[in-house]
């Protein structure tokens, strides 16, 4: 049976040459990089020079970046740490309402139990955040902004750079003047995007994003797992979540991956490199994709925009079927990617992306993403075009819902 | 082809029940041989007037809808036929079609005898679900019980229905017993998560230990623990 992986937006297989960088820093060099011998140093030399390579690629310096164990506790630190740390200064964020779980849940946290207030932006049918709209929601006592780079479920790109530019100018001409400040700070709001998403395929220049934070991880660029990266620009103030040695300036304590930190490096590098290329070579696969799917199987809806979108993303509401069956119907026929259907969630809630769009929980229950990836290839595609049709019709006879056509036409 | 040389991430063959206490999703293989093989869901082409009897339960935003067509003989309130359709998981479909088969198997059960259906012989005969997936077979019981119902309001035999009565725990909310054991099924264990779901005791906190109480035996009796 084929083989078809289309679930990259949620984790891809390392990089052989990732994990060839990685490998000595499982093995011989296993040093601390904190210990004060030969082992050590090797080890934490690795490290600076991976944080080098990293703060190139970037565009940042290099004591600007601060490892973590993933892009949750990334988001975590950009959203709980840097509020918890500012909130002298103000005590309102704006997000939008489909980020991430690790954003948009730690931003309902503040809500609901640290006194912060919260302003959630919807996004439009398409799946996208105007620069109008943040600026809109700016007030004098906002002291963070987060839109994410690139959703990682419908795959739509954000005018990150257009936002940052327009938030520095707001910063310069409003100070911020909440009554407890020191007067003359131009510091709120301060801007962070979640670009997990964004690393195998847009640019990841912060001067050209004008990003204060920006949450990287490893695992969505054929990195390891388990290891990420936050860039905190000079002067931008985090309070820890957790407690101990003084790693990551004592912002993030705990011995480093020391290999799993050169893996991303190494993936980083990669990913930059080859992503125009291999952004090229995807959108033309991922357009045959949608049009294909179009084409053969009635009653289906794009979500998310046709074209501000990631090149590996095609994310599909198939009217009047239930994600999670489709999933594992698709499962048996050896291809395998991923719902926004409650059934699949631990909360059994449906995708709060799709919702957001402005449609109804069938539509939700019926959306099924495929992210594509360096294996894909025009087979692959044309395999998948084969097989949905039938296993669509197949769960539709069985459907007694008949979505409003108004969502699909 | 993808060829990362890893198994694949779901669907080996083989992938069994779940002894884990309910954290894996995979199914037992009765259960995937009644989802990729429905048994006695209702034809396109079927003429509803064929049965005199229908159920529904649940709608497309809790994200499961079952809808039941039975034929039952008047005579010996035997269920000769039991057709569905449903707008559901995996679980959905395979508890339905296993249910379809023990209200229809050796001659069809009495309407008396259907209405004792518990999601748990269900389950049994399905080889166990993933716990999170135990609403989905909860569904097919009661549809089965809203069509009983049905045929004994068409054939004016009203004495013979049964309600299914629901207790009101917060007056203030107007959320029920029934309502509290809805949200457990859906996954909310804690206080919180029910509130979440049913606004219960939000304004009117001294119903909320009772609550507790009801949270912790609907999860006793659905999760066993």
Same mark, same amino acid.
Request: some cysteine; aromatic content about 10%; overall charge negative.
């Given at each position: 049976m084929p083989n078809v992986y289309l679930d990259h937006a949620a984790t891809t297989p390392l990089d052989p040459r990732v994990l060839e960088a990685m490998l000595p820093y499982l093995k011989?060099?296993?040093? *601390?990089? /904190? /210990?004060?011998?030969s082992v050590g140093k090797d080890a934490k030399d690795a490290l600076d020079d991976a944080r080098e390579e990293m703060a190139k690629i970037l565009h940042v310096r290099a004591d600007e970046l601060l490892f973590t164990s993933g892009g949750t506790e990334s988001d975590n630190l950009a959203v709980l740490g840097f509020c918890r740390a500012n909130q002298s200064h103000g005590k309102h964020l704006v997000v939008t309402a489909f980020e991430h779980h690790a954003v948009i849940e730690a931003a309902m946290h503040l809500e609901k139990k640290e006194g912060f207030e919260v302003t959630y932006l919807s996004p439009d049918h398409d799946g996208m955040i105007s620069l109008e709209q943040v600026m809109a929601a700016i007030r004098p006592d906002t002291i963070l902004v987060s839109v994410m780079y690139? *959703? *990682?479920?419908?795959g739509t790109i954000q005018p990150i750079g257009e936002i940052g530019n327009a938030i520095q100018k707001h910063r310069k001409q409003n100070? *911020?003047?909440?009554?407890?400040l020191q007067p003359g700070n131009f510091q709120f709001p301060v801007f962070h995007t979640d670009a997990c998403q964004a690393t195998g395929a847009l640019d990841l220049d912060v001067e050209k994003l004008h990003v204060d934070l920006m949450t990287i991880n490893g695992s969505k660029m054929y990195g390891p797992k388990g290891v990420g990266a936050l860039y905190v620009r000079r002067g931008v103030k985090i309070q820890p979540l957790q407690f101990g040695g003084s790693q990551e300036k004592g912002i993030r304590p705990g011995t480093e991956n020391v290999a799993g930190i050169i893996g991303m490096a190494k993936a980083l590098e990669i990913a930059q490199g080859e992503r125009v290329a291999e952004s090229q070579r995807l959108v033309v696969l991922r357009d045959m994709l949608i049009a294909g799917i179009r084409e053969r199987v009635p009653k289906v809806r794009l979500n998310g925009h046709p074209t501000k979108r990631l090149p590996n993303n095609v994310n599909i509401s198939f009217m009047d079927l239930e994600g999670e069956a489709f999933i594992l119907y698709l499962d048996a026929s050896g291809i395998y990617a991923s719902t926004g259907s409650a059934c699949t969630s631990t909360t059994l809630d449906p995708s709060h992306v799709i919702l957001a769009l402005g449609l109804p929980y069938e539509v939700a229950h019926g959306s099924v993403r495929f992210s594509l990836g360096h294996s894909t290839t025009a087979d692959d595609i044309q395999y998948v075009l084969e097989t949905i049709p039938p296993l669509v019709a197949k769960l539709r006879a069985l459907s007694p819902v008949r979505v409003d056509p108004k969502y699909y036409v | 082809m993808s060829d990362y040389n890893q198994p694949p991430v779901i669907g080996k063959a083989g992938d069994v029940t779940t002894k884990d206490g309910g954290k894996s999703w995979f199914y037992t293989d009765v259960v995937k041989d009644h989802f990729f093989n429905p048994r006695n869901f209702m034809h396109e082409d079927a003429n509803p007037d064929d049965y005199n009897a229908i159920g529904k339960v649940g709608s497309p935003a809790c994200g499961d809808e079952l809808r039941v067509w039975m034929k039952v003989d008047p005579a010996t309130e035997k269920i000769l036929d039991f057709r569905w359709k449903t707008f559901g998981c995996g679980s959905a479909i395979a508890s339905t079609s296993m249910a379809s088969l023990m209200v229809t198997e050796n001659g069809g059960m009495t309407l008396s005898e259907a209405r004792t259906i518990k999601p748990q012989h269900i389950m049994d005969r399905l080889g166990g679900l993933p716990a999170r997936k135990f609403h989905c077979s909860v569904l097919c019981d009661k549809a089965l019980r809203d069509a009983i119902n049905d045929f004994y309001r068409r054939t004016d035999q009203v004495d013979k229905m049964v309600v299914e009565a629901s207790r009101i725990i917060d007056p203030v909310s107007k959320v029920t017993d029934h309502d509290i054991e809805e949200a457990v099924l859906d996954g909310a264990t804690t206080i919180e998560a029910v509130q979440a779901k049913t606004k219960v005791g939000i304004g009117n906190p001294s119903v909320l230990p009772a609550v507790e109480e009801l949270i912790r035996f609907y999860r006793e009796k659905y999760f066993g623990a």
């Open positions: 011989e060099n296993f040093g *601390n990089p /904190s /210990s004060f011998h690139a *959703n *990682n479920e419908i100070p *911020n003047t909440m009554p407890c | -």
